[in-house]
C-alpha cells in the first residue's frame, strides 16, 4: 500500500507542480512538503486536505490521502435515494423535468445512468434488453452496435467526443472500471462518419424516421461534500437545428 507521501507526489506530478509550487499555493514551506513525501514527517489530518484541496484532489481521493495517513475518511458515500441526499436528488429530478420536451440524464463516474426524464425514453426502443439492465451504462448505449451506434449517423464524431471526455476524466482521477470501459470501447483507433460543424458538434440521429441534431451541456453540483453527489454529472441535449427543435415540440403536444 502507497505512503501518504508517495501519494501526494503521485497527485502533485499529475497536476504538474513542484513542491515550491505546491507550498506556495497551500501556505507551507517547501520544505515541510519535501519531508512528508519523503516520509519524514507525518502531517496532519488537516495538512493532509489543505495540501488535496490545492491539488484539485477528488472527494474519494481525498478519503484514500486521510486513509494512508492513518486518519478516518472525511466524506461519506450515500445512495442517492437516502434521506440525507432528499433534497439533491429533488434538484436533479427537478431539472431532469424541466428540460422536457428534450432527452436528459443524470449518471456517475462510471457512466452508470442513474435518472433520466421522459424525453429519454424514446431513444432506448429497440436497444437490446442487456444493454438496459441496471446499472445502464451511457459509454456503451452510445458505443455497442447493440445499442445506439446503429442509429447514431456521425458515430465517428461521437466516438471522439467520448474518448476525449473519458481521457480527461481519467486524467483527474484514476477509475478501474472506467478505464476497463474505455479500453473496451473506445482504445481503438475506429471512428465511424464525422460531419463537419462550426459551433459545436452535434449527435446526429435517426429515430422515427427523423434525423436529430443535438448538442449538450453537463451540469455538475457546485460544492459537494457527499461522494455519490461529487461524481453526479446531468447531461442535457438541445436541439442543434429548428428541425429537431419542431420534432421535439411535436412530442410535448
Known amino acids: 500500500m502507497a505512503t501518504i507521501g508517495e501519494l501526494l507526489r ?40 489543505r495540501l488535496a484541496e490545492q491539488l484539485d484532489v ?3 481521493e481525498r478519503n484514500a490521502l486521510l486513509l494512508a495517513a492513518g486518519f478516518a475518511p472525511r466524506y461519506a458515500e450515500r445512495p442517492l435515494d437516502s434521506t440525507a441526499l432528499s433534497m439533491a436528488r429533488a434538484a436533479v429530478d427537478r431539472v431532469l423535468r424541466a428540460h422536457e420536451p428534450y432527452p436528459a440524464l443524470a449518471f456517475d ?16 426502443t429497440g436497444v437490446a434488453p442487456e444493454l438496459l439492465e441496471p446499472p445502464m451504462n451511457l459509454l456503451r448505449l452510445g458505443l455497442d452496435p447493440r445499442g445506439l451506434a446503429p442509429l447514431v449517423v456521425n458515430l465517428g464524431n461521437t466516438r471522439n467526443v467520448f474518448r476525449s471526455r473519458v481521457r480527461r476524466q481519467l486524467a483527474v482521477a484514476p477509475n478501474a ?36 441534431r443535438m ?7 457546485g460544492t459537494p461534500l457527499d461522494l455519490t453527489l ?11 437545428d429548428e428541425a429537431t427543435a419542431a ?3 411535436r412530442t410535448r403536444a
Not at 16 to 26: G, M, T
Not at 187 to 203: H, K, Q, R, W
Open 109 to 124: 463516474r462510471h457512466w452508470d445512468i442513474v435518472m433520466t426524464n421522459r424525453a429519454f425514453d424514446p431513444f432506448l
Open 177 to 212: 472500471r472506467l478505464t476497463a470501459l474505455y479500453e473496451e470501447l473506445l482504445a481503438s483507433d475506429e471512428t465511424g462518419e464525422v460531419v463537419e460543424a462550426e459551433v459545436v458538434i452535434p449527435m446526429v440521429i435517426r429515430v422515427d424516421d427523423a434525423e436529430l
Open 10 to 49: 503521485q497527485w502533485r506530478h499529475r497536476r504538474q507542480l513542484s513542491q515550491l509550487d505546491l507550498a506556495i499555493a497551500a501556505d507551507v514551506s517547501a520544505r515541510h512538503v519535501s519531508l512528508v513525501e519523503t516520509g519524514k514527517s507525518q502531517p496532519s489530518a488537516e495538512m493532509v486536505l
Open 247 to 249: 420534432y421535439f415540440e
Open 58 to 60: 477528488p472527494l474519494r
Open 230 to 240: 461529487d461524481d453526479l454529472a446531468v447531461e442535457s441535449y438541445y436541439p442543434a
Open 215 to 221: 448538442f449538450s451541456t453537463i451540469t455538475t453540483f
